[in-house]
């Protein structure tokens, strides 16, 4: 794995444990769960209330705030590695707050808290999303359709929203986890071989060209998130 500007190993394998356990296991996991929960739930409809978040749901989404500094700062020096790594650990520390609040059974439980629970799990997802959309633009676009947000950038980051929010339906959820699934061995290795290729072109030299009568990598949503673990392999330390 190779932070960026910097010499490092490529091996098949680390891309494989980036594409299944970054990609697929924690961001796609964490969407495909909840964002299928939400636009099920009361058709979808939302009402953040700040107000209602316990101690819990306070220090998880305590995680916020800091983050959008702190990727900005890592991606102003080119530590891209670093930024992804970041968003990386709210993500996990998402997935570990829904394992434990488990609102599939607040749903016959507690249906207000498991309200409560989805809304911090939007406000998280909205968050890490909007950064993310420099890595994965296509991607993290079909994610905020789902999750309804209008403002996409930066500066939306500055204020928490509020009031009523309406997830949409459809099949965006099914999609993004769809495109997360781990490639097989075969395809993973084509992919490697792709990778390999590009990365012996000059960045400078313009747009890569796509051998081996591969598509342009970034050129759909799925795409996209096949582009995906070849930014992990590259950027995470």
Known sequence: EVPFGQDGDFSREKLRQRAHGDLANDYGNL?????????????????????????????????????????????????????????????RAGNRYVDHQQPWSLKKTDPQKMMVVLSCVWVALRHVTLLLQPFMPQATASILDQLGVADRTLSALNALPTGNIQVRGGSLASQTRSRCRRRRSARVGRLALYLGNAVRRSVGTGPWAAPLGFRSPVRDARSQLRAAPFLFALFHA
Do not use: Y
């Open 31 to 91: 969407c495909q769960r909840t964002l299928s929960m939400m636009a099920k739930v009361n058709e979808g409809r939302f009402i953040l209330n700040p107000q209602a978040w316990g101690p819990e749901d306070q220090a998880f989404l305590q995680m916020l705030p800091p983050l959008t500094e702190a990727v900005i700062q890592d991606v102003s020096a080119f530590a891209f590695h670093s930024a992804l790594e970041k968003v990386w650990d709210v993500i």
